[in-house]
């Protein structure tokens, strides 16, 4: 955790949840309205068929959410896209880019993540970018060459503390059930964080660096305590309040 940086934790729900889901983002905001989910900023991140649903259950609330992607374009033909402007008008705060399955399914580049970054900050959003190495990378000695590259080529230049997220998520640690070791965590951690100095000057040091992959409540006060690391973008674990909250409960 960095010192005076307030850690996030957001739940990423990918392709999943129904209009039935929608008791647990209430009962998320129950608890954190409450006073009942620790010192961490949470943040839902739906599937874009509830988002609408989800911001009027989460309004005037705590608990804040967001996008899992957005078009880098501000409007216009591009048919099942959506841009960060609609996001933004239905009261969202985030807009997830770059996480590891639009860079491999979808082929996403670097430099369209980072369109897409700009797009969101430019509409008042901030950007959660995602970065990470495969398991081949990882076995060939490649983890911080890849991690590196991604983080200088997908992050606006012009961001910070306000516009910018980082989420590091071991591409290989995704839904596996695996997890790095607090050693490694801690040591990419500190890699992420000396790139944003170079890239935003002393700003760099108040940029939130989340981590990702298999994180839940069994390992998250481990993984959460480590220098560096400002919270969680959480998979599986958030689809459900109780693991959601368990995991947020790290930093009470």
């Not at 954190?32 to 949470?42: F, H, M, P, S, T």
């Not at 985030?94 to 399955?101: F, R």
Request: with cysteine; aromatic share 4%.
């Amino acid at each position: 955790m960095t010192p005076d940086v307030r850690p996030l934790v957001a739940g990423n729900w990918k392709m999943n949840g129904l209009k039935a889901s929608l008791a647990e983002i209430a009962a998320m905001r129950k608890a954190v309205d409450a006073g009942e989910a620790g010192a961490a900023e949470l943040a839902v991140i739906p599937p874009f068929t509830l988002i609408a649903l989800a911001a009027e259950k989460l309004a005037g609330g705590s608990v804040t959410w967001g996008g899992q992607d957005c078009s880098p374009q501000a409007g216009g033909a591009y048919t099942g896209d959506t841009s960060a402007a609609m996001l933004k008008d239905l009261g969202a705060t985030y807009a997830i880019v770059g996480h590891s399955e639009r860079r491999t399914i979808h082929h996403e580049t670097d430099s369209e993540v980072r369109a897409k970054a700009e797009a969101a900050i430019k509409a008042g959003l901030k950007a959660i970018v995602c970065v990470g190495e495969t398991r081949a990378e990882r076995e060939t000695g490649l983890e911080y060459a890849v991690v590196t590259r991604q983080v200088r080529e997908s992050l606006p230049p012009d961001g910070g503390p306000d516009t910018v997220v980082v989420a590091y998520e071991p591409v290989w640690a995704i839904g596996t059930g695996l997890t790095p070791t607090p050693a490694d965590v801690a040591k990419m951690h500190d890699s992420i964080r000396r790139l944003l100095g170079e890239i935003y000057g002393a700003n760099g040091a108040k940029v939130r660096i989340l981590y990702g992959g298999s994180v839940k409540p069994s390992n998250a006060k481990e993984l959460l305590g480590i220098d560096h690391v400002d919270g969680a973008l959480v998979g599986g674990a958030s689809l459900k309040a109780a693991d959601f909250l368990a995991i947020a409960a790290a930093y009470r």
